[in-house]
């Protein structure tokens, strides 16, 4: 009998009672490895009121006891680390080193959280009149939810569900259908940490679970990961209904690629930045524009590329796996293909791969293009496929300007020696993430997470440092401090006395 993945309502997994499922599929040999359901409406209903309840119980916990569910829960996924990650890369696809970094990125937030105690100060003036003080405090909102991507089914919910009942607040996790069985074996070690039940609840599906959270009145924040038509939606349709909402969308990271750069490793940066974990990564590098000579690196990175291999997750050669779906494979084939009728140079092509063992996955050998220009399918569109373009600029002002030009400001990178060009570049780009001699920049949740133009839609990135601020509501408080030299006849009706 085929798994059935549960759903979790007030600290109980139970198999749902809908008939509406979809298949969790192996990419890598087609395995069916569970059935996810698609929550009906009354389990939807029971995870708000669930969650409402816990909340209001929740809220008056003290900070240091909040923190120390998160230490435990922190220790036990990192005692888990590599059987997480071992599930991860048979949903996903990924190989295990990626697996295992999907996983201990989600640690870090975790670990963020146990410091919340922090994070949540607020401020304050003395006498800003006389005799008078006035402080801020940050207090939950109330019930927060978040929907996730299949590509990092580790660390993006832990992005999420950690930082917001960190704050205070209780939560609907709605993960990614085609990746729940990693996403739930965490959330079976936030139970085991003893977190209250009814803090976190996930319910699964797609777009009917997706809307009922943001039709639901008294949902007050949504935080989404995901691609950009759907983060546009979730955008307008949270905000008509008026909650906050952060939406992380889509991306076409660029790499600057200076002739003063150490090539050997700038060659190798590249090759694993754009096809590693299949180019799946929000983060990947899909564009090297090339400055001057840089262009005679051609062939080195051609041969970094040739000597990739894709496989299975455990199989130790393998430097890539599966894409997620055959829709996925089929869809960066046609791209493939509409690139060399617009005219690009196809130098690698994946298309042809055959994966080591021979193994019926959703597999795309990595590719390679070379001449690219700015009008062509393959560069305006997201490929998410092991696909990388290769553009030449004259000179560092005009790859800037080609990367600020492009809709996208998820990340990008500069290889260079020279502290000047990296200064300019630092200065100049308009991308929320920088590497200079970094290729894929995540930063630590100390930081936050910072997308920014189409790639983000929201005005606070509730990863890391800003999550304080998303996730929770200041209160300004006034305090009049009345002592015997007060005549009381001052300030009798309250009023600060700015005179
Ligand atoms: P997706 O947009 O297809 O799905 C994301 C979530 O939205 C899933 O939970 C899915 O069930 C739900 N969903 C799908 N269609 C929906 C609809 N019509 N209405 C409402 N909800 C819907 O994204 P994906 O394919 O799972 O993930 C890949 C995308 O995520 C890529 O575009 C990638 O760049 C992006 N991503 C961005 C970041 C970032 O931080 N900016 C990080 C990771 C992934």
């Known amino acids: 009998m085929t798994h059935q993945v549960p759903l979790y309502i007030n600290g109980e997994f139970f198999e749902s009672s809908s008939t509406k499922k979809t298949q969790v599929i192996n990419p890598a040999n087609q395995e069916v490895l569970a059935e996810c359901p698609i929550s009906t409406q009354k389990e939807m209903e029971s995870a708000f009121e669930t969650a409402k309840a816990a909340q209001k119980l929740w809220k008056d916990v003290p900070l240091p006891e909040r923190a120390r569910y998160f230490l435990k829960f922190q220790a036990l996924i990192k005692k888990h680390q590599k059987e997480i990650a071992e599930l991860l890369c048979k949903e996903n696809g ?3 080193a990626d697996g295992m970094g999907d996983v201990w990125r989600g ?3 975790v670990e963020h959280a146990a410091n919340i105690s922090s994070l949540m100060m607020g401020e304050t003036v003395e006498n800003v009149s006389r005799n008078i003080d006035t402080y801020s405090l940050q207090q939950p909102l109330g019930v927060c939810a978040g929907i996730t991507p299949f590509n990092f089914p ?3 919910p832990l992005w999420q569900y950690p930082m917001a009942i960190a704050c205070g607040n209780s ?4 993960p990614s259908e085609r990746v729940p ?3 739930m074996r965490i959330v079976e070690l936030f139970h085991e940490s003893g977190f209250p039940k009814g803090l976190l609840n996930v319910i699964h599906g797609g777009k009917e679970s997706v809307d009922f959270l943001l039709e639901h009145p008294e949902v007050r924040t949504i935080s989404f990961v995901g691609s950009v038509p759907v983060a546009k939606y979730i ?7 008026l909650k906050r909402v952060q939406a992380f969308a889509g991306a076409k990271n660029h790499m600057i690629v200076m002739p003063d750069a ?5 060659v190798s940066n590249l090759v694993g930045a754009s096809c590693g974990a299949a180019g799946q990564r929000c983060m990947a590098i899909s564009v090297a524009v090339l400055v001057g000579e840089a262009k005679k690196w051609i062939p080195e990175i051609q041969k970094g590329i040739a000597n990739l291999k894709v496989g299975e997750w455990n199989q130790d050669e393998a430097s890539l796996g599966p894409v997620i779906t055959q829709q996925s494979k089929e869809r960066i084939h046609s791209l493939i293909e509409q690139g060399v009728k617009e005219g690009a140079t196809l130098l690698i092509d994946g298309r042809k791969v055959t994966p080591i063992g021979d193994a019926k996955g959703n597999y795309v050998g990595p590719s390679l293009f070379n001449n690219v220009t700015t009008e062509m399918s393959i560069y305006k569109e997201e490929i998410f496929g092991p696909v990388l373009c290769l553009m030449t600029a004259d000179s560092l002002e005009e790859a800037i300007e080609i990367i600020n030009n492009n809709p996208y400001g998820n990340g990008t990178s500069i290889f260079t020696s020279s502290g000047a060009a990296a200064r300019k570049f630092q200065n100049k780009i308009d991308v929320g993430q920088v590497g200079i001699n970094i290729p894929i920049p995540v930063p630590l949740p100390f930081f936050s997470f910072t997308g920014s133009r189409g790639s983000f839609f929201g005005d606070q990135h509730a990863y890391g440092k800003q999550a304080v601020k998303f996730y929770t509501q200041t209160k300004t408080i006034t305090t009049r401090w009345f002592d015997d030299s007060m005549s009381a006849e001052s300030n009798p009706n309250m009023t600060i006395n700015l005179g």
Do not use: P, R
């Not at 939560?171 to 709605?174: A, E, G, T, W, Y």
């Open 107 to 109: 640690v870090e937030v």
């Open 262 to 266: 150490n090539k050997d490793q700038t």
């Open 171 to 174: 939560f609907i996790l709605k």
């Open 94 to 96: 990924k190989i295990f």
């Open 154 to 156: 580790g660390m993006i």
């Open 235 to 241: 955008y307008q349709k949270g905000c008509e209904n």
């Open 181 to 183: 069985l990693s996403v």
